[in-house]
């Protein structure tokens, strides 16, 4: 490029006349270099040139200082700002925090998988018990230290006092994947209940539909938590940092839960099962349906902007 090109923007930031930025746990300081840096650079980039930006079902936090300021400009510039959870507007700086406003996840009320569609599923995985338990695994720094042998054995050992399968969803193929973690995990030693696993990564409405089958869910991804809580399958959120804490109590908290999904950092399945039980006979379906329904209203009107 000679100095002149070089000097010249890459793009017209004023052509558009909307910007969008999905929502997602992101604006941390887990992702703060690969993720919250760039989007709030871009919002704000867009923002200066007069574009509205709305942004969508965000979790914010836990983040440092300097992270949350740029969290807190990326909010006093943008035309909306839609959070998944009420924890993620209370960690905000007071003078922002009004213009926040508590929605939802952007992946609420997704379409399930039809009943026979789950079935097909679940028979080609060799699934031939009436119950399971979804045991979803994922090794990634963001998620910290858990115990998986002590986890995994007692998930186990609650899946065969109900005679039930333990089914492994694989939704992210981001290495390690999470279908090599299970597997590993089922052969690592001799199980008593038949672990079997589902991939799902190309199919959302998939996974949505087999957690909604599940007696059960124990989860490392948030957005299987949510959906099952949704179809008003008990589940709980494996927590190794203070990030998914986070996670866990603003999910806890939409749903209406007095109780913790957080999983504790030492299990075994009397515990576990106690406490899916727990969240089963507080679940009320009605809450989070009502929130989704805010969602999809959120966004048809967010969406007649343009």
């Known amino acids: 490029l000679t100095p002149s090109e070089r000097a ?37 980039a867009l923002a200066a040139a007069a574009v509205p930006v709305v942004w969508s079902g965000q979790g914010v936090g836990p983040c440092s200082d300097e992270e949350l300021r740029l969290v807190a400009a990326a909010v006093r510039s943008a035309t909306n700002f839609g959070c998944r959870d009420a924890g993620s507007i209370e960690v905000l700086p007071d003078d922002v925090r009004a213009k926040a406003v508590l929605v939802g996840d952007d ?142 109590a603003g999910l806890a908290r939409l749903a209406g839960l007095t109780g913790p999904i957080a999983l504790p950092a030492s299990v075994d399945a009397t515990m576990l099962g106690a406490q899916l039980e727990q969240i089963r006979a507080e679940l009320d379906t009605d809450i989070l349906s009502t929130v989704a329904a805010q969602v999809e209203a959120w966004w048809a009107q967010r969406l007649s902007l343009r």
């Open 107 to 248: 992946a609420m009320g997704i379409a399930r998988a039809a009943p026979a569609d789950v079935r097909r599923a679940l028979t080609r995985a060799h699934v031939t018990s009436d119950r399971f338990i979804v045991f979803h695994v994922r090794a990634a720094d963001y998620i910290g230290e858990v115990q998986l042998l002590s986890l995994a054995a007692a998930v186990d050992e609650l899946a065969t006092r109900s005679g039930a399968t333990v089914l492994g969803i694989a939704i992210n193929d981001n290495p390690p994947a999470e279908a090599a973690v299970f597997a590993q995990l089922a052969q690592q030693v001799v199980r008593r209940s038949p672990w079997r696993w589902v991939d799902a990564t190309r199919s959302p409405e998939l996974a949505a539909g087999l957690l909604a089958a599940a007696d059960s869910v124990v989860s490392h991804s948030y957005h299987l938590a949510l959906w099952a809580l949704e179809a008003g399958t008990p589940a709980v959120l494996v927590t190794g940092s203070a990030y998914y804490e986070a996670k866990a």
């Open 8 to 44: 010249r923007p890459l793009v017209d930031l004023s052509s558009f006349d909307l910007a969008y930025i999905a929502g997602g746990g992101y604006l941390t300081s887990s992702f703060a270099e690969r993720l919250l840096v760039p989007r709030v650079a871009i919002a704000l």
